[in-house]
């Protein structure tokens, strides 16, 4: 648990004026970028001041800013969508990406109009206000809009948790804005003098937060990921009765300190749904007073109920709330949904579900997905949900217009799902270089010849129907949760990776070390035996990782040293 020390993050933003700190001063002055203190507040802000390692010269730096959204569920309306659209083009690098955590990032933004970029996206009723930082970051959800009645009660309950979450200060408004007083917290004063947060208190959290919200057998969010997983459960009527809360998740890592590793969370309890706010603001609360201030790399919240385990936790968390969870309700078990293709909502209307490979809207010569979307969104109003897969679903379709959709999105490039591989369907790649400063490789610039690869070798072997999750990350920060998946690939050093062999797509199963300082080039030749072998062994209708996990690779390992 934490000490009595503080690490250098943890002082700055104590000294900071709830955000304000050194950010405001420096804002005006006419350097290219921030230092190193307003890096770590700006972060809150929503925003990350990043080098493009591309265009550096010589040991100048070639500085710029990424600006992610915060966006329960990856909810958008037509407009909103257009307005991140349009700057885009206007002050970014003319792509938008969709993150796995349902919220879009911009990139290559200047300093000098950072504030330009900041009122257009707020004018949009969108804040990237807690995006980032040591804060609970975007909630997520089930990313569908209302099939059956329930994802709608999940979507409300996750902007009713975003908002009671959302830090308190006036910091951000005052920056950016000009100082225009809107009341984002009304549990806090705005402004200097007197001013608090009631959740975050002076110093906020030890580490970035992540919440998730779902429904039975849907983990498209990746629940046992999260600081905090909820399921809803229903009554008999189909309402949400309560929850199931999972907690302890998450996946970052440091390769050469063995005290960090990804962790999958805990079954904490069930709470009925008058006590879910209550439970969850505890929950933050307990990991705001104990979390690691000292050691940043031990100091999210998995560490904590690591160190103290699960009982003392819930101790813990009764101490702050008054209540005590019931015991955790049995569940369904677990399975992915892309929610791909043409799908029906409650009200008659369609959604539709399209791939985006590793998240990136854009247009090039042979896909202009960047101009379909725009077009669909301004020519048919529809909503846009961003989900935790990189993809996107356009909403609320008229079935007249389906056809039209259909054919604007084929003529731009845009395959259907159907013509899709399972393999390409099922892949992540986080950005890393040129613009991540935590990169230690590449990652979603060289992704795709790795899948397309692995595609062959899969068709070779016709296992190409089957369901294989693969995903890559420039470090071992785990930004697309690489260490849950059938196949993961995480940056080691430069053009080397550490393979991961056995998550499941459920993300209900860590992966395991297969091998570690892999080179580029021979990525694909390293996992082409397991392929072969899980052909000719595995148990009927037996998973990639599932046929892995329970055989083990051991006896592999023995035979490529000794051969």
Request: hydrophobic share 35%.
């Amino acid at each position: 648990m934490s000490g009595t020390k503080k690490s250098k993050v943890e002082k700055i933003k104590e000294a900071s004026d709830y955000l304000r700190a050194p950010v405001a001063e420096e804002l005006g002055n006419d350097l290219p970028n921030f230092s190193k203190d307003s890096y770590q507040i700006l972060k809150f802000h929503g925003t990350y001041q990043q080098d493009d390692r591309d265009l550096r010269e010589g040991r100048n730096k070639h500085w710029m800013f990424m600006i992610r959204g915060r966006i329960p569920g990856g909810k958008l309306t037509a407009d909103q969508y257009l307005t991140v659209d349009r700057i885009a083009d206007q002050y970014g690098d003319k792509t938008i990406r969709v993150t796995t955590r349902q919220a879009f990032q911009l990139y290559g933004i200047i300093k000098n109009e950072l504030k330009s970029t900041f009122r257009e996206i707020n004018d949009a009723m969108i804040t990237t206000m807690g995006a980032c930082g040591d804060v609970v970051r975007n909630v997520m959800a089930t990313p569908a809009p209302d099939i059956d009645g329930r994802q709608a009660q999940v979507q409300e309950f996750a902007n009713n948790i975003s908002d009671r979450l959302l830090p308190a200060t006036n910091a951000y408004h005052e920056i950016w804005l000009d100082g225009e007083k809107v009341n984002t917290n009304p549990a806090s004063s705005a402004g200097t003098n007197g001013e608090t947060e009631p959740i975050y208190g002076k110093s906020y959290l030890p580490r970035k937060f992540k919440i998730g919200l779902t429904i039975p057998r849907d983990n498209s969010i990746d629940l046992y990921t999260q600081d905090i997983g909820l399921i809803a459960i229903f009554d008999d009527n189909n309402q949400i009765e309560g929850f199931n809360i999972v907690v302890g998740g998450g996946l970052g890592m440091h390769h050469k300190k063995p005290e960090t590793f990804p962790r999958l969370g805990d079954h904490l309890g069930y709470v009925p749904v008058d006590q879910v706010y209550n439970t969850v603001e505890g929950i933050v609360k307990v990991q705001r007073d104990l979390g690691n201030r000292e050691n940043r790399k031990r100091a999210r919240m998995k560490y904590l109920i690591d160190e103290i385990g699960i009982e003392q936790f819930r101790q813990e968390l009764i101490k702050r709330t008054g209540f005590e969870p019931e015991p955790f309700r049995e569940l369904p078990e677990f399975e992915p949904d892309l929610y791909l293709g043409w799908t029906q909502q409650s009200d008659g209307n369609w959604f539709l579900g399209i791939s985006i490979e590793n998240g990136r809207i854009k247009d090039d010569e042979e896909l202009q997905i960047k101009t379909a979307l725009k077009k669909i969104a301004a020519d048919y109003k529809t909503g846009f949900r961003l989900t935790p897969n990189h993809n996107i679903l356009i909403t609320d379709v008229k079935e007249s217009d389906k056809n039209n959709i259909d054919k604007l999105l084929r003529a731009h490039g845009v395959l259907p799902d159907d013509e899709i591989s399972n393999l390409l369907k099922n892949s992540m790649a986080c950005p890393a270089l040129p613009t991540c400063g935590l990169a230690i490789t590449e990652s979603e610039r060289v992704f795709p010849n790795v899948v397309r690869d692995l595609q062959k070798e899969l068709e070779i072997l016709g296992l190409q129907d089957e369901l294989i999750s693969v995903r890559m990350t420039g470090c071992p920060n785990g930004c697309a949760r690489p260490y849950v998946a059938d196949i993961g690939f995480v940056g080691r050093s430069l053009e080397k990776y550490t393979v991961f062999i056995g998550g499941n797509p459920a993300g209900t199963r860590l992966a395991k070390v297969y091998k570690d300082l892999v080179h580029f080039d021979d990525l694909v030749n390293e996992v082409r035996p397991l392929l072969e072998l899980y052909k000719e062994n595995r148990q009927q209708g037996e998973r990639f990782g599932d046929y892995w996990n329970r055989v083990g690779f051991e006896h592999i390992l023995l035979e490529t040293t000794t051969n």
